[in-house]
């Protein structure tokens, strides 16, 4: 199976939008609300934790392949992604909201800047790194970044009809 490459002005420029659109998004949920329950017991405030949570992922992830190693805690199904779900809302749902909101800015700008460094060959290379089976590493950079924003869009466009 062949996999699609991407450049990485293309992978940066995904990255920006989406983020920007997550931000222009979420600049209208009034901080009263961040605590709120929105999906199920996750609040905006724990969905921010969550987007923070697998950006941090993605980086170590990352480093981890790059430096020539396989992440032992990389899921590969729906089930692991939903067990690490879940380990990351117990582990981060009481974090104070002004570190969340703090820390979303920082690790926005972690990813932006990992995306910006890393080799543009490494990432479409789906050879190099064997534990991706052949798949790119930018899928990983991808599903944790502007993939993963898009996914939460819905969720915060209630908060911005007019």
Not at 60 to 82: C, K, Q, S
Not at 150 to 158: D, I, N, R, Y
């Amino acid at each position: 199976m062949g996999y699609e490459s991407i450049s990485k002005k293309d992978l940066i420029g995904k990255i920006k939008e989406n983020r920007t659109i997550l931000e222009s998004l979420i600049s209208n949920i009034p901080e009263s609300d961040m605590s709120t329950p929105v999906e199920g017991d996750w609040t905006v405030k724990d969905i921010f934790s969550h987007i923070i949570a697998w950006e941090q992922n993605m980086i170590r992830w990352m480093n981890i392949t790059l430096a020539g190693g396989a992440p032992d805690d990389f899921p590969e199904t729906r089930e692991a992604v939903d067990a690490l779900n879940e380990f990351q809302f117990q582990r981060d749902k009481g974090n104070d909201l002004d570190d969340v909101l703090s820390h979303l800015s920082t690790s926005y700008a972690q990813s932006l800047s990992f995306a910006e460094k890393v080799d543009e060959f490494a990432i479409n290379d789906a050879d190099v790194f064997a534990w991706r089976e052949g798949r790119p590493l930018w899928y990983i950079i991808a599903a944790n970044t502007y993939w993963h924003y898009e996914e939460h869009f819905e969720l915060f466009q209630k908060w911005n009809v007019k």
